[in-house]
Each structure stands twice: as C-alpha cells, then as structure tokens.
C-alpha cells in the first residue's frame, strides 16, 4: 500500500509511527513521506497499483486532502481503496469537509488518536473485504 501526506502537510512522526505500525502485521508500505503533491501520488497509484492509498491529514488543511481524492478518482483509482486519517476533525474546515469525504467512498477513520491495534484492525478488515470481492468476481 501507498502511505503519506498531502498538501503543504510536514508532520512526518505521525507518519513514520503509522508506517512502523502496519509494518508489524506484516503489511507491505511504500511510504512516499510528508508534503506529497498530487502528481507525485498519481504517478505513484499508477506506477504500484497498490492495494490500498492511506492519506494523513495533520494540520487541518482538508482542502488539498479533498483535491487529491477527486484526483484519484478522476483517474480511475477505486475511492473504496483509499483510507484517510489524523486529525481530520480540528481545523476550521474540519467538520464540514468530513461528510464530504466520507461521501466520495473513502474510507474515514475518524478517531484522531486510535491505537495502533485499532488502525492496524481497519486496515486488516479492509484487505480482507478487497480481497474477498476478488475472489468472488474470480470465481463468477
Ligand atoms: C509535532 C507536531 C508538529 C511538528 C511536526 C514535526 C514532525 N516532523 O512530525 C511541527 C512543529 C512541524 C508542526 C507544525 C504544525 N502544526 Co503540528 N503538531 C504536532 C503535535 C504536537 C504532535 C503530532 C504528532 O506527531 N503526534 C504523534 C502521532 C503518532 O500521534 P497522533 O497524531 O495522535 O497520530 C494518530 C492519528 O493522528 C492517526 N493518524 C496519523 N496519521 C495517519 C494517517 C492515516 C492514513 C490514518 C488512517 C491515521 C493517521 O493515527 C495515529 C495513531 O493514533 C500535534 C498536537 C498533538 N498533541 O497531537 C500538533 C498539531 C497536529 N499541529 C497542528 C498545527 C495547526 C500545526 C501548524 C499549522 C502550526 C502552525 N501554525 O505553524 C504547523 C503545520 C506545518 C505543516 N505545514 O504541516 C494542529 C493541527 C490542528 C488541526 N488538525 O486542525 C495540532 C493538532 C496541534 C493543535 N492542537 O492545534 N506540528
């Protein structure tokens, strides 16, 4: 999967913990870092056609969170596969923007401070339920 931040987005902590966190299930990361602009991701979703785009949002910047998303759908990438966490709710435009995210078909995890078992349960469930929609659609 393809981990990072957008946007003018620095904290690369919270980042760097989230990738260790997955790393520990066994979860294979490609961590692209802080700051990452929506060129950079779409290259990468098409480079990796990664299973899973987990986005971090820090610093209550939603407004290029949500470009990125309509990016990606815009180029094809499934919104059902993109996961997006942090502190979501805190910025002024938090709270409107939320419902808007969550409208488009990612996937939000809303706890700003889940544990790492909680993330790690999420994102397990998640390529379990991907995973098993393929293998229906293979056996069809
Ligand atoms: C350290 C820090 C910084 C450092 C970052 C250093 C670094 N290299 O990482 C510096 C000083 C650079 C910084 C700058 C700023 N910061 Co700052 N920062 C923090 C601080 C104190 C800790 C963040 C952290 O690393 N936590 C450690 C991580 C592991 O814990 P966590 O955040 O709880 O992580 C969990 C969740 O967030 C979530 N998660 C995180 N990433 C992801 C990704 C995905 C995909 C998923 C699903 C979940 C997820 O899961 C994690 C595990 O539970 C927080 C306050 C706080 N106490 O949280 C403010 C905070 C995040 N910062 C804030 C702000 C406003 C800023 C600035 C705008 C301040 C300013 N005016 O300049 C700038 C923005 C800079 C930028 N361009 O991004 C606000 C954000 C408010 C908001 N969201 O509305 C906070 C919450 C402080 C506050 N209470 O106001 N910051």
Redesign the pocket.
């Known amino acids: 999967m393809l981990?990072g931040t957008c946007g003018?987005?620095?904290?690369?902590?919270?980042?760097y913990?989230?990738e260790k966190c997955l790393i520990d299930i066994g979860i294979q990361v490609k961590n692209l870092g802080v700051?990452v602009s929506t060129s950079e991701w779409l290259h990468n979703v098409q480079e990796f056609n990664p299973d899973l785009v987990?986005?971090?949002s820090?610093?209550?910047d939603l407004q290029p969170l949500v470009e990125l998303i309509s990016s990606l759908i815009n180029a094809g990438y499934h919104s059902d596969r993109v996961?997006?966490?942090?502190?979501?709710r805190?910025?002024s435009e938090?709270p409107s923007l939320i419902p808007f995210i969550s409208a488009s078909g990612v996937t939000v995890?809303e706890s700003?401070?889940?544990?790492?078992v909680e993330?790690q349960n999420?994102i397990s469930d998640k390529l379990f339920k991907l995973n098993a929609e393929v293998d229906a659609k293979s056996a069809k």
Not at 8 to 15: E, Q, W
Not at 83 to 88: A, E, F, H, Q, T
């Open positions: 981990l003018s987005d620095v904290h690369s902590v919270a980042n913990l989230v700051a987990m986005v971090g820090m610093n209550g996961i997006v966490g942090g502190k979501l805190l910025g938090g995890v700003e401070n889940p544990t790492f993330l999420v």
